[in-house]
């Protein structure tokens, strides 16, 4: 009974060093969906009578929905650069949707670089930063 009480106690302690000394950590899923010219017409949002959303309106039972719209642009670049880096137009010296020459380098991370030195895996695509990460 000693016998089958060390080996257990060396096992537990051995599964509990592996997973500590290979940093097994549990984090959260992280989904975000940015969408342009949206309303609000899903279902979730109490929407257009005609509009039939099932999988967006289940993602939204069982995640955050933030049925708020603001932005910090009137222009989609420019406002979508703002939300990713967290920080203003006038610090990011994006103002149009149009990319200029003299536009300076963005100082803070975009919310994607953030995550992947947090240790995420991160895949985005579509319009965000149009094929340009961080831009």
Known sequence: MNRIIFILSFLLTMSVEFHSAHGVESKPDIVLIIVDDLNDWL????GHPDAYSPNIDALAEHGMLFPQAYCNSPQCRPSR???MHG???FKTGTYFNARFQNEAPIKTPAMQQFFMNQGYRVASGGKVFH???GR
């Not at 279902?43 to 109490?46: I, Q, R």
């Open 43 to 46: 279902g979730c949002l109490d």
């Open 81 to 83: 650069t703002s939300m």
């Open 87 to 89: 920080v203003y137009p």
């Open 131 to 133: 094929g340009t990460p």
